[in-house]
């Protein structure tokens, strides 16, 4: 049975720290202004491949010349290689502190990132990777193959980061039963799930109508089902001597930073690729 006994004392320890909460908010953070950069940057690389002189703004990307639309598939491409890299350097680190978690949420928001105009792709008609697959010129019904894949590929890296989030339990107690797994889940991932991408918001200031801010809200919903996987998952055991993880300045310095970079250096729009004479649009 999914039980376990667990001490008078434990059980009136607090369930999770608040500062944890709040470190995990503000990496999730981090998470989104990475992937989203990173999917910046794979339309402005393509572009620039592509030839249509892009320009990275802090919220999108302008290409200032026409040609083939082909290169706004890769926002998603990059993102997913993104996705896939950070997932390879996860592993790396043993240790269960603010570094690691940043990087965990790091790859759930690269996939999410990648995923997604996958998953939507027959429901839209002008977002980047449906202008891009309208010039394939492919056969009816294709595009719903597609959006199967991605959503296949969102649900799974939702329900794989059930024992990665588990494993940052302070004790096999917390997440000895369904019920406790489901909080401490909901807990480090669902709210800073949601919580996050709203901390983000000042690193995509102003909008300028690119929608941008306004679907951030959306960024954590992935984490429902990362919860409710949580449920049945009963493989992660948690070692002795765990060090109980509370608040950490990292998360919040490193969000702090990007949104100085975004605000002084790509809100003024970068030059892909960049000029050493006049790498800003506004420096033509």
């Given amino acids: 049975m999914d039980t376990e006994t667990v001490s008078v004392e434990e059980a009136r320890r607090p369930r999770t720290s608040t500062g944890f909460v709040l470190t995990s908010a503000f ?48 926002g998603a491409a990059a993102s ?32 999410r990132q990648g995923f997604t105009p996958l998953a939507v792709l027959p429901f839209t008609d002008d977002s980047p990777l449906s ?19 991605g959503t296949v ?35 480090i991932a669902l709210v800073p799930g949601v919580v996050g991408p709203l901390l983000a918001v000042p690193v995509f200031l102003p909008d300028g109508g690119t929608g941008l801010v306004p679907s951030l809200p959306l960024f954590g919903a992935f984490t429902i089902a990362t919860v409710l996987a949580a449920l049945g998952t009963r493989t992660v055991r948690i070692g002795d001597h765990r060090e109980a993880l509370g608040w950490s300045w990292l998360p919040l310095a490193w969000l702090v930073f990007f949104a100085l970079v975004s605000q002084f250096l790509f809100r ?14 506004d420096s033509m």
């Fill in 27 to 74: 990496a999730s953070g981090v998470g989104v202004v990475i992937a989203v950069v990173i999917y910046h940057l794979g339309l402005a690389v393509a572009g620039a491949i592509a030839g249509r002189a892009p320009v990275l703004y802090h919220n999108e990307v302008l290409f200032r010349a026409g040609g083939s639309d082909l290169a706004l598939a890769g």
């Fill in 80 to 111: 997913l290689i993104a996705g896939a890299i950070f997932l390879t350097l996860y592993p790396a680190s043993r240790r269960y502190d603010a570094a690691r978690l940043t990087v965990l949420w790091t790859v759930l928001h690269c996939f």
């Fill in 131 to 149: 202008r891009a697959w309208s010039t394939l010129g492919l056969p009816a019904g294709v595009e719903w193959v597609v959006s199967a894949a």
């Fill in 153 to 187: 590929g969102l649900l799974s890296v939702a329900l794989a980061s059930a024992p990665a989030f588990l494993a940052y339990a302070s004790r096999q107690s917390l997440i000895s039963t369904p019920s406790g797994r489901a909080r401490f889940t909901a807990e």
């Fill in 268 to 281: 003024r729009g970068v030059l892909i690729p960049p000029s050493l004479r006049a790498p800003f649009v």
